[in-house]
Nanobody, 125 residues
Framework: QVQLVESGGGLVQAGGSLRLSCAAS????????MGWFRQAPGKEREFVGR????????IYADSVKGRFTISRDIAKNTVYLQMNSLKPKDTAVYYC??????????????????WGQGTQVTVSS
């Protein structure tokens, strides 16, 4: 059974930083890709970025490019989302997700097979 557990959310002032973690368990993820999504109140779930487990290649949404960085620690089976220069509009519940297909250009939430429970990020102005 695949489990994804996010952590690291919290309250931060605008301009600050947070690092989210997603601990994955239940199988070998070397052929997977991992994505980060976010959902603000009253809005649809939005793609943030994605990393291919095998080679670490990443893609990002334009809204976070240059501010957010996704990385992975193979030994720990953990994916990270480093968020810098945070803005109030980044406030949302952040979810990590696993995709059994590791093509890099998959940004729809429907492409993902497993989801974590989410972690709240609140950026105050």
């Amino acid at each position: 059974q695949v489990q994804l557990v996010e952590s690291g959310g919290g309250l931060v002032q605008a301009g600050g930083s947070l690092r989210l973690s997603c601990a994955a368990s239940g199988r070998t993820f070397s052929s997977y890709a991992m994505g980060w999504f976010r959902q603000a109140p009253g809005k649809e779930r939005e793609f943030v970025g994605r990393i291919r487990w095998s080679d670490g290649r990443t893609i990002y949404a334009d809204s976070v490019k240059g501010r957010f960085t996704i990385s992975r620690d193979i030994a720990k089976n953990t994916v990270y989302l480093q968020m810098n220069s945070l803005k109030p509009k980044d406030t949302a519940v952040y979810y990590c997700a696993a995709d059994r297909t590791d093509w890099i250009l998959r940004t729809s939430s429907g492409d993902y097979d497993y989801w974590g429970q989410g972690t709240q990020v609140t950026v105050s102005s």
